[in-house]
């Protein structure tokens, strides 16, 4: 046994990570030195100023010999992802990237010393999971295929000028050459198809399509043998307005053998998939929102603002809050602590009536729960069966209360639909239980039950144009092509 002296460097400091954790230990004394800095020993020496001391003991279980040999070795520096100091969206610099630094270099991380290294993980998943597939869409959308068009319907004048099917064999070539990010590129049954010309024409018609996902299933694909290479798409002319070649001319065939027989009038065509770049952009420049030097909304944000950034990055630093809540405070001055939510912050009657909800055994317990988040965040986590759906619930109505609009959600449609549903038998019943026999009477909370943000527009852009069907349309193209 020895003991060790450790003496810190001019510019080096203390740092604790996962200090400022929520910890609850009322009958313990940890409680009081953690929670509300009271003195560890004697009446002033707190635990703060035992973390903020540049000198240590420590007594160790280990001859001084063995203690010198380990002690002495030199620690490797912090590790640092090589993707520099700027993160904001670029292309080029995302494709050297890649080229420079490949394979799979990094372990998986849940903590991240600094915000630079928070945003190069968080762009660079961004990026390298779009990227890869942004090359191949680029590739597939330069191959040229041969195509030949068939009516939608036999003998229809109408969608002879208006929608057809184009089947486009893509062969076994083409299959193999794109295995990879083809089943990627048909999990999206909208595309657009480019038109040639000629094999050079630089300024191509380009028309909406969709994938036809069982074409066999077609009684008019009867008379065109369609194969496991094929590739059939429903296709739709644009209007005129729209200068994306309305008046293009393709060629019709009634069944296969008549296509195959004039392949030389068969149209060129090429596939432009959806390559997400938009999307991937959006999510970049969301986390380079958490740049230390990123503005907030106002362009002079006061302290109390700028410490709730800070705070906000460091939650997703996931170290710790000992480096803002503590480090950074000026010397003497008591350490901060997380900022607490009450979430039940609300008339007190609507609140009794709504934790009746709550098993009685747990009632207090949910109640100190939500009247004391640090940071406004909550988990609430048990097996299948034990009532968490009405817990949440029960939450969500009394933060509604609280805040005013709330925005939950669910992992699956299934549960989805199964929370909008107890919420809005939850609101109706405390609702009718608060206004019984009180003159202040209150209203129902709205429950609305969204849906992806395209099919609410395609079937409110629908309603608008049919408004005897209901929104619905019967090609089910997008609201917004052509």
Sequence with gaps: MCRLDVYLKEGTFVTVKG?????????HPSDGWINYNKPVVGDDLTLIDILKRREFSFIVATPHRVLEKYWSQELPGPFRYPYGEDHSWSLERYEEQLLKYRGPQFTAALTFDDDNEHLAAMTQSQVQDIMWLYKGIQQVAETKLRTYFVNVEENSLINLIDEFYAIVPLGDNFIHRFRDIWPQLINNEFLQIKLFDSDGNEKPASWDAKIMEHPRDLAIMAHHQIRDTDLVLRVRRPRP?????ADFEVHVFDNRAMANAALNRWNTVSLKFDDQIKECKRKVDAVCMFHSRAQPSAVEAPPDIRFK???HRALLRGNGFYNLLVRDEPHGRAPRRLPVVNYLDTDHGFIAALLLEVLPEDRTRFYNYMTKRPLG???ISAGPGFGKTT???VAAIGMAATLGKIYAFAPTQVATDTFAERLSRITNTVTDRYNRGNSTR???AL?????KFRDEYDIFIGLLRNPHTGGTTTTNWRADSN
């Design 19 to 27: 200090y400022g954790n929520p910890f609850n230990h009322p009958d």
């Design 241 to 245: 307005e729209s200068q994306r070649g």
């Design 309 to 311: 950034m800070a705070l």
């Design 377 to 379: 965040l909550g988990c």
């Design 391 to 393: 817990a949440v619930s």
């Design 442 to 444: 209150r209203r129902r």
């Design 447 to 451: 429950i609305v039950r969204g849906y």
